[in-house]
């Protein structure tokens, strides 16, 4: 890498808050403290969350349960609800099931978002929707499982959980006002490694650990591999965020993707 690639790392690795140390089980106590915390501070009654089967959503879920029996064993209430939130049947709902079945939520939800997407997407269509409809489409269901997750959230009185971490934070990998939204992100500063590390401690089957990562929004194009999209691999992306050398054309595809989706990591611009 050159100076100014290496300078970059440096800038980004701060602004992400990865630290230079990690231990799994250290991670894991200060993130469930954290949200049991949150509780504590706000009065809320718990947590809501979209399970999908990957390991993102699996350890989000799994550290919210621990914080809201920790919040039951200090005499409080509190309550942890998954969401399944397929667009019609999912393909890999085992994978889904298996998540569950580690994160042992207390409570399970299933909303179908087919038929809210679909009438979304019609009402709009007048617009025109271009030869990207598929893309567009993609980030619809994004959002309408945002909007399913805060109904939930706002009739139980919790709060909503994302799973950004700095993996997919360098990189804009999210959709706006969609997986994007949420009301706290136990797992930032995290790398896509760590998360799997984190998993691991907790105990999670390999098969969720391992689980080759994809959005999965593209109706015409399924399972799509993250790496496919971003153009780099994970493991060139948790290097790059944990200050190790990468080839100079990784750097400079992270570099440029993370200055590119700035405004996704930012508040809305204001008028001063």
Known sequence: MNPESRYLQE???????????????????????????????TGATGYVLAISGGVDSAVAGRL?????????????????????????????????????AFIKPDETLDV??????????????????????????GNVKARQRMVAQYVVAGARGGLVIGTDHAAE?????????????????????????????VGEALGASPETTG??????????????????????????????LEGREVDEKAASTIIATHRRTAHKRALPLAFS
């Open 11 to 41: 800038l980004i690795i701060a602004e992400l808050g990865v630290p230079a140390a990690f231990d799994a089980a250290a991670e894991i106590e200060q993130r469930v403290e954290f949200l049991a915390d949150r509780l504590r501070v």
């Open 169 to 197: 934070a360098v990189m804009g990998f999210f959709t706006k006002y969609g997986d994007g939204a949420c009301d706290l992100t136990p797992m930032s500063g995290l790398n896509k490694r760590r998360v799997r590390a």
């Open 211 to 240: 689980k080759v990562p994809t959005a999965d929004l593209e109706t015409n194009n399924p399972g799509v591999p993250d790496e496919a999209v971003l153009g780099v691999t994970y493991d060139e992306i948790d290097d790059f």
């Open 112 to 137: 179908n978002i087919k038929p809210a997407t679909d009438a979304m997407v019609e009402s709009v269509r007048h617009a025109g929707l271009g030869d990207r409809e598929d893309f567009h489409v």
């Open 64 to 100: 919210a349960q621990l914080a809201v029996e920790r919040i039951r064993s200090e005499g409080g209430q509190a309550g942890f609800v998954a969401v399944r939130l397929p667009y019609g049947v999912q393909a890999d709902e085992a994978d889904a099931q298996r998540a569950l």
